[in-house]
């Protein structure tokens, strides 16, 4: 298949889910998670999961940066641009945030911080070049697929000799998130989900290739398979993952071949080693602290940290405690279990971040109108 419309083809869609639906043993569940956030919008915009058989549930993982971000980090970004001639330059979906007490960038740049939206790395660069009595600094953050345009910025500011230009860095890995869910001690406190394999993420994969899964499969025994964001591709995931289960196998499988190699992206990879380290640990919102999951600016580029530049501290922060956001991102609870979705918590007025970003389970739940049933019910 060539073209887009060729992987939304319903007649095909139907004929999987009928094969699934006949391989499924109704003797058992099978609980996948989808770790991407563009998973779970393809999941909800077409309707996947009421093509399934009732016992192959589809469970919303942590695929969201800017969902996992922690309240604290946030906070960091507002008292950063607090200070005189500091420019805030930031991706569109992390204005609306909450940190505490109601505030937001947003709203930090209503009260008149320089907070900027950009749509590049590149557009940092040409305000630091452009506002060169400013301090600029980047709001970085996203998984491994979008790390290494941090990292490129970072090499071309050196070599440019911008002085004004710095990175609050707040990149998180994938695998380590994985295996926590999986395997971690935290979790059995505050709810665990059951998963029997995972929907692995495309972007990520498209980096970093096929081969870190391969630890988290045979330590854990639980298959992956990683998928495209189409109906037919995320369709075809599950049922390689019901034919694994079925099979006793815990296996890495590559449904995505046509942009996911087994190696990876050598040259992206390159990048991000050159540039950036492992921090000692990392706190994810629901998921807590992660060994390993983020990454910091190695000392050849410590003058390009703005934490270091600006001596920026992080204040432990509890999260709304009426917001499910940290059990919908554990796949303990769906989007429709919080009893803020759809009342006091709307894209409009969004009280978590997993209604905030474009790549959060409650937006998509919200904008392709998968929890209006369950709100009539519970109004």
Request: hydrophobic share 40%; with cysteine.
């Amino acid at each position: 298949m060539k073209y887009a419309d060729e992987f939304r083809d319903k007649t095909i869609a139907q004929r999987l889910a009928q094969t699934i639906g006949t391989e499924a043993n109704p003797q058992r569940a099978y609980r996948f998670m989808e770790f991407c956030g563009g998973h779970t919008h393809a999941i909800a915009r077409y309707g996947l999961e009421d093509l399934l058989p009732a016992n192959v549930r589809l469970i919303h993982g942590p695929g969201c940066p800017v969902c996992v971000l922690p309240t604290s980090r946030i906070d960091m970004a507002i008292r950063l641009v607090a200070r005189p001639q500091v420019t805030l330059c930031v991706y569109g979906d992390l204005m609306r945030v909450p940190g505490t007490q109601g505030q937001s960038l947003l709203r930090a740049r209503a009260l008149g911080a320089d907070v900027r939206m950009v749509y590049s790395t590149l557009d940092a660069i040409r305000i630091a070049e452009h506002t060169p009595d400013q301090e600029v600094v980047f709001f970085a953050i996203g998984f491994e697929t979008t790390a290494p345009a941090t990292a490129v910025m970072i090499r071309l500011a050196k070599k440019k000799r911008l002085k004004n230009l710095s990175v609050f860095c707040n990149h998180v890995l994938t695998p380590p998130a994985m295996q926590s869910i999986l395997d971690s001690p935290d979790l059995e406190t505050i709810g665990q989900a059951e998963i029997d394999g995972f929907i692995g993420p495309a972007h990520v994969s498209t980096i970093i290739g096929t081969e870190p899964y391969g630890r988290l499969a045979d330590a854990f025994g639980e298959p992956i398979v990683i998928a495209g964001f189409e109906p037919l591709d995320v369709m075809q995931a599950i049922l390689m993952l019901v034919r694994q289960v079925n099979d006793g196998r815990s296996e890495v499988q590559n449904q995505y071949s046509r942009a996911v190699k087994r190696e990876g992206n050598h040259r992206a990879i390159e990048e991000m080693s050159n540039v950036f380290e492992l921090r000692d640990q990392f706190e994810w919102r629901g998921l807590g602290l992660i060994p390993d999951s983020g990454l910091k600016l190695k000392r050849a580029y410590a003058k390009f940290d703005a934490e270091k530049r600006f001596v920026m501290h992080e204040l432990p922060v509890a999260d709304n405690p009426a917001c499910e956001c940290g059990a919908i991102l554990r796949g303990v609870k769906r989007p429709v279990d919080c009893k803020l979705f759809g009342t006091g918590c709307t894209p409009e007025t969004p009280i978590g971040s997993c209604m905030v970003s474009s790549e959060g389970a409650c937006a998509a739940h919200w904008t392709y109108g998968r929890g209006r049933d369950h709100q009539l019910r519970r109004a």
